[in-house]
């Protein structure tokens, strides 16, 4: 693609890149990694290239690559585009499934703006083991790729009880049952949406296995003072299908949907 399309974008920087360094102008960063190899042999980016970068806390920066070696290089850091933003605050708490389909669920989901990616096992989950390093990989490419200015935490693998018993009291929990009592879920985020602490409060999502929850399950949650059991409509999804339709539902009444995409010809 070289460097053609890159006038069309306001801020000149076509590629973008997640790291932990601290950015500030000046600071030289270390370009580490897969990130290295994508820059040079995919990308076929040199010294002198422009990259965007961001960390999570110090919003986006423009850099000049200085040096790109066959396994790692640094940049320049040059200035500020874009200052750090609050995001909203959202989990979606998921029981595995299959590694191609997990990989779709870590990156729409990031791509959706979630904050947390929490994989819960319950009696019907068919998977025994999350490659958590697997999903980081996917959320920040999707990251970088979607103008997030954050990755999504990819909290450690429970129990679907023990990450009940633990629940942080004050996050509310949006429970996707396909049958049974459940309040549809627009209806259910536009009563949080008149309540100002509900509103601007912390929020998850729960989706079960291809299996469904156990009707035991289902019993346990209701008993969680902060959970509401939501329904997506008349048709059973597939899990993933389910994870991405209430994420985007959430983001339209309570999330940043609101919010005018910018004007990115300008
Ligand atoms: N119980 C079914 C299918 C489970 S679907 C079976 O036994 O085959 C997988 C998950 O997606 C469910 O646990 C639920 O969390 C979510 N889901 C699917 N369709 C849904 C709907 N219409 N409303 C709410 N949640 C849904």
Redesign the pocket.
């Given at each position: 693609m070289g460097n053609e399309g890159e006038a069309e974008i306001p801020t000149g920087v076509v590629t973008r890149l997640f790291l932990d360094a601290a950015l500030a102008a000046d600071a030289v960063v270390p370009l580490t990694g897969e990130r290295v190899h994508y820059l040079r042999n995919v990308l076929r980016r040199a010294s002198g290239d422009r990259v965007g970068l961001f960390n999570g806390r110090d919003g986006e920066w423009t850099a000049r690559i200085d040096r790109l070696g066959k396994a790692e290089g640094t940049a320049v850091v040059e200035r500020q585009i874009r200052p750090q933003t609050p995001e909203p605050d959202l989990w979606l708490v998921f029981a595995p499934i299959k590694k191609a389909r997990i990989d779709f669920v870590a990156e729409k989901a990031t791509e959706l703006g979630v904050s947390a990616l929490w994989p819960v096992f319950t009696r019907y989950t068919s998977v025994t083991r999350v490659n958590t390093d697997r999903s980081r990989a996917n959320a920040v490419e999707a990251a970088e790729q979607t103008e997030r200015l954050s990755v999504p935490r990819i909290l450690q693998p429970a129990k679907l009880q023990a990450a009940m018993a633990a629940w942080p009291g004050e996050r509310r929990l949006l429970?996707?049952?396909?049958?049974g009592a459940?309040q549809p879920i627009a209806q259910a985020l536009e009563e949080a949406a008149r309540d100002a602490t509900a509103a601007q409060g912390a929020w998850a999502i729960?989706?079960?296995?291809?299996?469904?929850?156990a009707p035991a399950e289902l019993d346990a949650l209701r008993k969680v003072a902060t959970v509401t059991r939501?329904?997506?409509?008349?048709?059973?999804?597939?899990?993933d299908t389910?994870a991405l339709a209430a994420l985007a539902c959430w983001q339209a009444i309570l999330g940043d949907g609101s919010l005018r995409p910018p004007d990115r010809a300008a």
């Open positions: 429970v996707c049952a396909e049958s459940a729960l989706v079960g296995p291809e299996g469904g929850f939501v329904g997506l409509g008349p048709r059973v999804l597939r899990a389910a």
